[in-house]
């Protein structure tokens, strides 16, 4: 049987995964557990891992580290598992801080005789509670990564570029830049090596800070219909592929999911001075083919004009919503 604290653990972790856009299913519930982890849009492939997870706790005994936390393993965590295929997850849940603490498996395959803690710091935690990850880098080059439950899914995608990280000085002074200030990274302050995966990891932290501000100014309601129930998604006005699209609140909108696809389908779209315009040729053209029940319905919920942000720094940009509006064909 499970000990109740283990229970409670991986119900943490279970919970911060669906958190994330992530589902799993337990292939063994046991301590370590495997899981089976899959994206809910199924956007990306299954990745199945060994979990091992602790509590952290406080620095040494006596007192002398004040800021060091740490997992100590015990029981049949005793030695991790690898195996081929399959990515092997060390966790501590940091009650304090209510984030995680992630380990490099690599540093610790071994067996390890005296030295069975793992550590990492109060900084690096909070920092993760503030930006979603935190670093903790060891002189060795092991780096353990805090994670908010709302990263855990990115972390798990992202787990190796992560960790190789701290290999390299120069590699890691962006990451940490990368964890704490996404936006303000471009995919030409990486260093040559390792580019393509690290861009990719920036890439992911831009598009979540970017849907976080988005969602925020518009007090996470569609634009266009107003409804909230965690169904919207930040939209770039002018797509992130267009050379002179960004990433700042002024070329976004928070929109249901529905409007997205409508948005993006050029069904509907708005227009500088905000107000909300449904296509007439697409609507002849799926009367046409047969396909416009519902549009009443769809019509009446659509506003008059864009619900707007508070603050006006944070409206569409006219510049964005013309080249937006071009680029999706409307004249
Ligand atoms: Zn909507």
Known sequence: MLRRDKEELLAKFEGALHLSGWQLIWIQYDHPAKARLFRADGSSPAIDVWLYIWNLTGGGRDGSRPLERRIQRTGRGNVFRGEPGTRSLILGWSAETQVFAAFDYSYHAVAHGKSPSLQTDLPALEAALRDGLGVYAKKTGELSIAVRPDMLGFYVEQMEVLHESGKDPAQLEVLRRMASSPLDVEPSDVPKPRRKAMVTTLRLLRDRRFSQNVLDAYGHKCAFCAVQLKLLDAAHILPVAHPDSHDLVPNGVALCAL?????????????????????????????????????????????PSLLLPRRQISHPSTVMIQKGNQLRGWT
């Open 259 to 303: 409007h997205h696809r409508a948005y993006d389908g050029a069904l509907v779209t708005f227009d500088d001075t905000f107000v909300i315009r449904l296509s007439q040729s697409k609507v002849a053209a799926l009367r046409g083919d047969n396909r416009s029940g519902g549009l009443a319905a769809f019509k009446s919920a659509l506003r």
